[in-house]
């Protein structure tokens, strides 16, 4: 669906945005770089990308084509599994320089591509010579050239080389490029960049001394993941722009996956996309799930099936039944009027949404700053609360209101502030009238602030008064009562409204945060089938091997096996019985006991009259199936041949499954 | 002082080598001795060896390169293999007088290379002199086909030319020398440079603006604070390098005079000391270091290179970190007692205090199997954890993160066992 392009679209740009922002500040370098050059250092940058790999693919994707756009055409990517030896690393290097050559220059490419083609003497000096064939040409050329912003950029133009993944590198490797490089580096200039995962120091672990300083790192620390992640569902899911919504406990499922299993943002849009599949391909009445503008059009498409589809929904259900009665009747029987009931309820969703963005800013603005965060530090731990259930029957916004009472003026004055401007951008009508509540609040304030100078003079005044008095029994009697006036009169004009900013916070919370499970028509827009994504994010495969071995009536849907009372039915196939038995013994396992266990299992259908013969002796072809059972099971992963002991094989899982 | 002679050469000549090469004026007569006149036929291999930045490779070089002797120089790192060495010496040759391109000879063997090298002198016409090889960093030849270093060592007899092969390294002779024999090279040591040697040579490139003495009195600071921790002379002429500008900013500001040195000591020590614990260990590159200077303000604003040791990792694989810490550095028998609710009584042995004496951590991590990684792991987490793909691949994305490493045979269906590779301080930064 072009909804979902769309989306990918979206995150995408927002990706390379990031992207760009982190950069911005690496490129200003890199073209200081080559005014430097006098020494034997090598320029380089160490980018720290934090440990969600999946991501750094595209992260390195676009910082070579921002580089390649801006600086130099010249980048090779390199990663640690390409490059098991130096003799390697200098041949992809090679390949994807004198590539990258070809794709720019593709006039006089024929004899080049034999060359490259030709297995060309991998060494630094053939690199150095085709750097200097190719920087002589790029002089030569007119400026009319497509390369000519860059070539005007800078006299040479660098060559960057990127290591993708430095801890992946092995040390000598990487010691020997340097040395090498370094010997070169007045006739190239070569750029290195290091992608770390974990810490700069590994540069200090993976380099002795002697290489590192070869080298002039400087360090770039991209943002972390989780605010990636927040900045990411900020604008995806905050937002009125799309019409689909996550369900509270999908939205779980995705942030506990992010945050326990990989930190990777890659992951997390990927979750977000079969969502969006899922969605739309599992719930009929998702055409509905569009903009607002596109909605008459379709509820007016509608054809009877989906009308009945609608009647089916709960939350619709639930809706009709707060109905009088013959609307009742009218909603249930006429198309019609269903389709118009539909439209509007749809455009109150769309409102909801809107004016529900907002006010959980706001309401974020109030508790993101209270000690110990109760209802969460991100915005969208709070989301997540307010979707689960009405978020003011909760005992930590209990909590984090008691507190908010007790916060002082100016966190107060900001944060009304904050959420007046949080207002005026949302572009919902509603709320006119909020922000100039909010605004009085505000002028209530400054005036506060106005009285309590002109009190604090009349203090000072009668702290005046206070001097002159030195009798011990009225200073006391004094200070007391000056104690009092303060705690009556002048605290609580400002309680008063701090008491009103809260509870106005309040009423507006009660007021457009209402959970949307119970909203009507919420299964049009919201997905909500938690356990579909964990089983398609977060595999156990091990788990599901258990279940087929044990149980294999799950997989296989044989009523003959249905039965499973516990007992070892004979069944199941081989490797089932051979698993079931294998699970009763200890680290070591007899073969031979195996086997006559496995015998008696099988042999147990045959019935009693054929036993009394063959007790002793195993039959051939069980035996043969037995052996092949064992061999699955070995191959499987879960016993292997044992040295300890002869005719023993050695157990490898234990339950934790 | 002894001053260089020889017959053979200008005395001009010999005069500039001197001034080159300060301090290893008794090396290079030694060389030119063995090397004799040009058409004398050489010792057929020199081996030279020397701790780091001796001074060999600078040497070989100048001496080569005032006397116009025939040479070809050769790094062994950058060819790392011997098709590419010995294809790289051949080109050299080709064009130590020759400006034009000649085709490229493909030089697979050595006997190719002797074939091939007999031409070239040929053409060259180099018969009555004496050509040198030099190849640096020598101890990657031993990495290299087994044939190549005896091979070289008697290049002389297998060519029937006068040729003398140099080889420069940093490690002795005793660790090259092939199991099978080999002819026996002229061994010669450069010794390190002494204190007063590195002032000497340090001093003597000083910058035009300035008068040497001052320069000289620089130096001297600089080796008062660095020679402890650093005899490397290339380091220190980076250092000082670096350093220089913040040195002479009294004199450009007209604060102090260039005699001054007393003053001039007060202002750049607390500099040098700071240098010392960043720039030397590459903590902030110079670059950093040079606009630091500029700015001059807050001094520790900048964090070091090891200052970014938080490392953020996903929930789950921190507590297989710890956990596999744990199976690391804990004795397996005393697993019951640490991970199960209701553990036996402890029974205190003589046995077991034995052992407890010496500290594990000063043995090392131990490895350990797979299942009691993840048996630790479930006993840690407080909640309960699935088995599933991902945390699999936790572990094995861990690896190759280098926080663990895996031990043995990479079998996958044979058990795999790991070490936990990370120290204590770093196991406490995530368990916070």
């Given at each position: 669906?072009?909804?979902?392009?769309?989306?990918?679209?979206?995150?995408?740009?927002?990706?390379?945005?990031?992207?760009?922002?982190?950069?911005?500040?690496?490129?200003?370098?890199?073209?200081?770089?080559?005014?430097?050059?006098?020494?034997?250092?090598?320029?380089?940058?160490?980018?720290?990308?934090?440990?969600?790999?999946?991501?750094?693919?595209?992260?390195?994707?676009?910082?070579?084509?921002?580089?390649?756009?801006?600086?130099?055409?010249?980048?090779?990517?390199?990663?640690?599994?390409?490059?098991?030896?130096?003799?390697?690393?200098?041949?992809?290097?090679?390949?994807?320089?004198?590539?990258?050559?070809?794709?720019?220059?593709?006039?006089?490419?024929?004899?080049?591509?034999?060359?490259?083609?030709?297995?060309?003497?991998?060494?630094?000096?053939?690199?150095?010579?085709?750097?200097?064939?190719?920087?002589?040409?790029?002089?030569?050329?007119?400026?009319?050239?497509?390369?000519?912003?860059?070539?005007?950029?800078?006299?040479?133009?660098?060559?960057?080389?990127?290591?993708?993944?430095?801890?992946?590198?092995?040390?000598?490797?990487?010691?020997?490029?340097?040395?090498?490089?370094?010997?070169?580096?007045?006739?190239?200039?070569?750029?290195?960049?290091?992608?770390?995962?974990?810490?700069?120091?590994?540069?200090?672990?993976?380099?002795?001394?002697?290489?590192?300083?070869?080298?002039?790192?400087?360090?770039?620390?991209?943002?972390?993941?989780?605010?990636?992640?927040?900045?990411?569902?900020?604008?995806?899911?905050?937002?009125?722009?799309?019409?689909?919504?996550?369900?509270?406990?999908?939205?779980?499922?995705?942030?506990?996956?992010?945050?326990?299993?990989?930190?990777?943002?890659?992951?997390?849009?990927?979750?977000?996309?079969?969502?969006?599949?899922?969605?739309?391909?599992?719930?009929?009445?998702?055409?509905?799930?569009?903009?607002?503008?596109?909605?008459?059009?379709?509820?007016?498409?509608?054809?009877?099936?989906?009308?009945?589809?609608?009647?089916?929904?709960?939350?619709?259900?639930?809706?009709?039944?707060?109905?009088?009665?013959?609307?009742?009747?009218?909603?249930?029987?006429?198309?019609?009027?269903?389709?118009?009931?539909?439209?509007?309820?749809?455009?109150?969703?769309?409102?909801?949404?809107?004016?529900?963005?907002?006010?959980?800013?706001?309401?974020?603005?109030?508790?993101?700053?209270?000690?110990?965060?109760?209802?969460?530090?991100?915005?969208?731990?709070?989301?997540?609360?307010?979707?689960?259930?009405?978020?003011?029957?909760?005992?930590?916004?209990?909590?984090?209101?008691?507190?908010?009472?007790?916060?002082?003026?100016?966190?107060?004055?900001?944060?009304?502030?904050?959420?007046?401007?949080?207002?005026?951008?949302?572009?919902?009508?509603?709320?006119?009238?909020?922000?100039?509540?909010?605004?009085?609040?505000?002028?209530?304030?400054?005036?506060?602030?106005?009285?309590?100078?002109?009190?604090?003079?009349?203090?000072?005044?009668?702290?005046?008064?206070?001097?002159?008095?030195?009798?011990?029994?009225?200073?006391?009697?004094?200070?007391?009562?000056?104690?009092?006036?303060?705690?009556?009169?002048?605290?609580?004009?400002?309680?008063?409204?701090?008491?009103?900013?809260?509870?106005?916070?309040?009423?507006?919370?009660?007021?457009?945060?209402?959970?949307?499970?119970?909203?009507?028509?919420?299964?049009?827009?919201?997905?909500?089938?938690?356990?579909?994504?964990?089983?398609?994010?977060?595999?156990?495969?091990?788990?599901?091997?258990?279940?087929?071995?044990?149980?294999?009536?799950?997989?296989?849907?044989?009523?003959?096996?249905?039965?499973?009372?516990?007992?070892?039915?004979?069944?199941?196939?081989?490797?089932?019985?051979?698993?079931?038995?294998?699970?009763?013994?200890?680290?070591?396992?007899?073969?031979?006991?195996?086997?006559?266990?496995?015998?008696?299992?099988?042999?147990?259908?045959?019935?009693?009259?054929?036993?009394?013969?063959?007790?002793?002796?195993?039959?051939?072809?069980?035996?043969?199936?037995?052996?092949?059972?064992?061999?699955?099971?070995?191959?499987?992963?879960?016993?292997?041949?044992?040295?300890?002991?002869?005719?023993?094989?050695?157990?490898?899982?234990?339950?934790?499954? | 002082?002894?001053?260089?002679?020889?017959?053979?050469?200008?005395?001009?000549?010999?005069?500039?080598?001197?001034?080159?090469?300060?301090?290893?004026?008794?090396?290079?007569?030694?060389?030119?001795?063995?090397?004799?006149?040009?058409?004398?036929?050489?010792?057929?291999?020199?081996?030279?060896?020397?701790?780091?930045?001796?001074?060999?490779?600078?040497?070989?070089?100048?001496?080569?390169?005032?006397?116009?002797?025939?040479?070809?120089?050769?790094?062994?790192?950058?060819?790392?293999?011997?098709?590419?060495?010995?294809?790289?010496?051949?080109?050299?040759?080709?064009?130590?007088?020759?400006?034009?391109?000649?085709?490229?000879?493909?030089?697979?063997?050595?006997?190719?290379?002797?074939?091939?090298?007999?031409?070239?002198?040929?053409?060259?016409?180099?018969?009555?002199?004496?050509?040198?090889?030099?190849?640096?960093?020598?101890?990657?030849?031993?990495?290299?086909?087994?044939?190549?270093?005896?091979?070289?060592?008697?290049?002389?007899?297998?060519?029937?030319?006068?040729?003398?092969?140099?080889?420069?390294?940093?490690?002795?002779?005793?660790?090259?020398?092939?199991?099978?024999?080999?002819?026996?090279?002229?061994?010669?040591?450069?010794?390190?440079?002494?204190i007063?040697?590195l002032q000497?040579?340090l001093s003597?490139?000083h910058?035009?603006?300035y008068?040497?003495d001052f320069y000289a009195a620089y130096i001297n600071i600089l080796l008062g604070v660095f020679y402890m921790a650093c005899?490397?002379?290339?380091?220190l002429?980076?250092l000082a390098v670096l350093n220089f500008s913040k040195y002479c900013e009294p004199v450009?500001?007209?604060?102090a005079?260039e005699r001054d040195t007393r003053k001039l000591w007060k202002n750049i020590e607390p500099h040098l000391k700071r240098a010392m614990?960043?720039?030397?260990?590459?903590?902030?590159?110079?670059?950093?270091?040079?606009?630091?200077?500029?700015?001059?303000?807050?001094?520790?604003?900048?964090?070091?290179?090891?200052?970014?040791?938080?490392?953020?990792?996903?929930?789950?694989?921190?507590?297989?970190?710890?956990?596999?810490?744990?199976?690391?550095?804990?004795?397996?028998?005393?697993?019951?007692?640490?991970?199960?609710?209701?553990?036996?009584?402890?029974?205190?042995?003589?046995?077991?205090?034995?052992?407890?004496?010496?500290?594990?951590?000063?043995?090392?991590?131990?490895?350990?199997?797979?299942?009691?990684?993840?048996?630790?792991?479930?006993?840690?987490?407080?909640?309960?954890?699935?088995?599933?793909?991902?945390?699999?691949?936790?572990?094995?994305?861990?690896?190759?993160?280098?926080?663990?490493?895996?031990?043995?045979?990479?079998?996958?269906?044979?058990?795999?066992?790991?070490?936990?590779?990370?120290?204590?301080?770093?196991?406490?930064?995530?368990?916070?």
């Amino acid at each position: 669906q072009q909804i979902q392009e769309d989306l990918n679209k979206q995150l995408f740009d927002n990706l390379v945005n990031f992207l760009r922002q982190s950069h911005s500040e690496f490129q200003k370098k890199t073209t200081e770089w080559t005014c430097r050059m006098k020494s034997r250092e090598i320029p380089t940058a160490a980018l720290v990308l934090g440990v969600n790999v999946t991501d750094h693919d595209l992260t390195f994707r676009s910082i070579s084509e921002v580089l390649q756009s801006n600086v130099t055409p010249y980048i090779a990517l390199l990663e640690g599994k390409d490059c098991p030896g130096i003799k390697n690393l200098m041949q992809k290097l090679m390949g994807q320089l004198m590539n990258c050559y070809i794709d720019v220059d593709s006039v006089e490419d024929e004899d080049y591509v034999q060359v490259s083609q030709n297995r060309v003497r991998c060494s630094m000096t053939s690199l150095i010579n085709w750097y200097k064939s190719v920087t002589k040409k790029t002089d030569s050329e007119t400026p009319s050239r497509k390369r000519a912003s860059s070539s005007r950029h800078c006299q040479s133009p660098l060559v960057v080389v990127i290591f993708k993944d430095m801890e992946s590198f092995t040390t000598k490797v990487l010691q020997d490029f340097i040395v090498i490089s370094s010997q070169h580096i007045h006739e190239l200039p070569l750029v290195l960049i290091f992608g770390i995962a974990t810490s700069p120091m590994i540069i200090h672990s993976l380099l002795p001394h002697s290489v590192s300083s070869l080298l002039c790192i400087e360090l770039f620390q991209s943002l972390s993941c989780k605010e990636h992640l927040s900045t990411l569902i900020d604008k995806l899911l905050l937002t009125g722009q799309f019409p689909f919504k996550l369900g509270e406990k999908v939205l779980r499922v995705l942030i506990n996956i992010f945050l326990y299993h990989d930190l990777s943002v890659q992951n997390f849009i990927k979750g977000f996309q079969i969502c969006v599949v899922e969605h739309f391909y599992s719930q009929p009445l998702s055409i509905l799930c569009c903009q607002l503008e596109d909605i008459k059009k379709r509820v007016n498409a509608l054809g009877h099936d989906q009308c009945e589809n609608i009647r089916r929904l709960p939350s619709f259900r639930r809706y009709v039944e707060n109905q009088v009665s013959e609307k009742q009747i009218a909603l249930l029987t006429a198309d019609d009027f269903l389709k118009e009931a539909v439209q509007k309820l749809l455009e109150d969703l769309h409102v909801y949404h809107e004016n529900y963005v907002s006010v959980l800013r706001c309401l974020h603005v109030f508790t993101s700053s209270l000690p110990k965060y109760p209802l969460g530090k991100q915005i969208r731990e709070l989301h997540c609360a307010c979707l689960e259930n009405r978020v003011w029957e909760i005992e930590e916004y209990e909590s984090s209101l008691q507190l908010a009472r007790m916060l002082n003026k100016s966190d107060l004055v900001t944060m009304l502030q904050q959420c007046v401007e949080i207002f005026v951008s949302s572009s919902g009508t509603e709320f006119d009238k909020t922000v100039e509540k909010l605004k009085e609040f505000l002028t209530q304030f400054q005036q506060l602030e106005a009285e309590a100078f002109q009190e604090q003079d009349v203090s000072v005044s009668s702290q005046k008064e206070l001097q002159k008095k030195t009798d011990l029994y009225h200073l006391q009697k004094t200070l007391l009562e000056l104690k009092e006036s303060r705690r009556s009169k002048k605290l609580t004009k400002f309680e008063m409204l701090r008491f009103e900013v809260v509870d106005y916070i309040d009423s507006l919370v009660r007021k457009y945060l209402v959970p949307a499970d119970h909203k009507t028509l919420h299964e049009i827009m919201y997905f909500n089938t938690a356990s579909v994504l964990r089983e398609h994010m977060n595999a156990a495969p091990r788990i599901a091997l258990h279940t087929a071995l044990n149980n294999p009536y799950c997989y296989l849907k044989n009523q003959a096996l249905k039965s499973d009372g516990g007992g070892i039915s004979n069944k199941a196939p081989d490797i089932c019985i051979a698993y079931r038995l294998h699970l009763e013994c200890g680290r070591l396992i007899n073969l031979v006991d195996w086997l006559e266990a496995f015998s008696t299992v099988v042999t147990a259908a045959e019935g009693p009259s054929a036993d009394a013969a063959s007790s002793d002796q195993v039959d051939d072809v069980v035996h043969a199936r037995f052996i092949r059972a064992v061999s699955e099971l070995e191959l499987l992963g879960f016993i292997k041949p044992s040295k300890q002991k002869t005719d023993h094989v050695a157990r490898l899982t234990w339950g934790g499954c | 002082m002894p001053n260089l002679e020889h017959p053979a050469y200008p005395a001009a000549a010999l005069l500039r080598l001197e001034s080159l090469v300060p301090c290893r004026e008794s090396q290079v007569s030694m060389l030119m001795s063995i090397f004799g006149e040009r058409q004398h036929f050489s010792f057929p291999s020199i081996f030279i060896y020397g701790h780091t930045s001796s001074g060999k490779t600078y040497v070989m070089q100048t001496l080569l390169n005032t006397l116009q002797l025939p040479h070809v120089f050769v790094n062994c790192v950058e060819y790392f293999t011997s098709r590419l060495l010995l294809e790289e010496i051949l080109i050299r040759l080709q064009n130590c007088s020759e400006t034009e391109q000649t085709s490229h000879v493909p030089c697979d063997t050595f006997n190719d290379f002797v074939r091939l090298f007999k031409q070239a002198v040929a053409r060259q016409e180099l018969q009555d002199q004496t050509l040198y090889i030099v190849l640096d960093r020598a101890e990657q030849l031993r990495e290299m086909e087994a044939n190549i270093l005896p091979a070289f060592l008697r290049l002389q007899e297998l060519t029937d030319r006068n040729v003398t092969v140099v080889l420069l390294s940093e490690i002795v002779w005793e660790l090259f020398r092939p199991n099978i024999g080999c002819f026996e090279p002229l061994v010669l040591y450069f010794p390190d440079y002494s204190i007063g040697h590195l002032q000497k040579i340090l001093s003597q490139n000083h910058p035009p603006e300035y008068s040497a003495d001052f320069y000289a009195a620089y130096i001297n600071i600089l080796l008062g604070v660095f020679y402890m921790a650093c005899r490397d002379l290339k380091e220190l002429q980076h250092l000082a390098v670096l350093n220089f500008s913040k040195y002479c900013e009294p004199v450009v500001r007209g604060e102090a005079n260039e005699r001054d040195t007393r003053k001039l000591w007060k202002n750049i020590e607390p500099h040098l000391k700071r240098a010392m614990q960043t720039v030397y260990l590459r903590e902030i590159s110079s670059s950093q270091w040079e606009h630091l200077q500029r700015d001059d303000g807050e001094p520790l604003q900048l964090k070091g290179l090891s200052a970014h040791t938080h490392v953020e990792l996903p929930y789950y694989s921190k507590f297989l970190l710890i956990a596999a810490y744990l199976a690391s550095y804990n004795p397996v028998r005393t697993d019951k007692r640490f991970f199960l609710k209701h553990h036996g009584k402890i029974r205190k042995t003589n046995f077991m205090k034995k052992h407890e004496k010496t500290s594990n951590h000063l043995l090392g991590p131990k490895p350990f199997p797979l299942d009691r990684l993840l048996a630790i792991l479930y006993s840690i987490v407080d909640n309960r954890v699935v088995p599933t793909a991902n945390v699999f691949s936790q572990i094995t994305s861990l690896v190759t993160l280098q926080l663990l490493s895996m031990v043995g045979h990479n079998d996958q269906l044979d058990g795999p066992r790991y070490k936990c590779t990370v120290s204590l301080d770093f196991i406490r930064a995530i368990a916070r």
